[in-house]
Nanobody
Framework: QVQLVESGGGLVQAGGSLRLSCAASGRTFSSYVMGWFRQAPGKEREFVAAISQSGGATTYANSVKERFTISRDNAKNTVWMQMNSLKPEDTAVYYC??????????????????WGQGTQVTVSS
């Protein structure tokens, strides 16, 4: 089992940057694909980015490609997401999620086994 705690959210103007962090408990962090999802009010939770167990492979939603970067450090049990050129439509609660020993990098929430509590990101125009 793993527990996830996100941090780094906040209020930023359009065009600005934020860096989200997700700290994981447990000694098997390297067994998990890690993902970031977001949920805006009245909308379904949507995939943002994910990274393989080793960090060698990443995948992004089209809406954030070239602007967001996911990374991880297995020695620190931490995954980050650097968000640049933020837009008002990026406003949402951002969740960190973990998928245990998957056979591929999933982009749907139902595939992920553990979730953090979420961190609010608000981008003003």
């Amino acid at each position: 089992q793993v527990q996830l705690v996100e941090s780094g959210g906040g209020l930023v103007q359009a065009g600005g940057s934020l860096r989200l962090s997700c700290a994981a408990s447990g000694r098997t962090f390297s067994s998990y694909v890690m993902g970031w999802f977001r949920q805006a009010p009245g909308k379904e939770r949507e995939f943002v980015a994910a990274i393989s167990q080793s960090g060698g492979a990443t995948t992004y939603a089209n809406s954030v490609k070239e602007r967001f970067t996911i990374s991880r450090d297995n020695a620190k049990n931490t995954v980050w997401m650097q968000m640049n050129s933020l837009k008002p439509e990026d406003t949402a609660v951002y969740y960190c999620a973990a998928d245990y020993l998957p056979s591929y990098i999933a982009t749907v929430p139902v595939r992920y086994d553990y979730w953090g509590q979420g961190t609010q990101v608000t981008v003003s125009s």
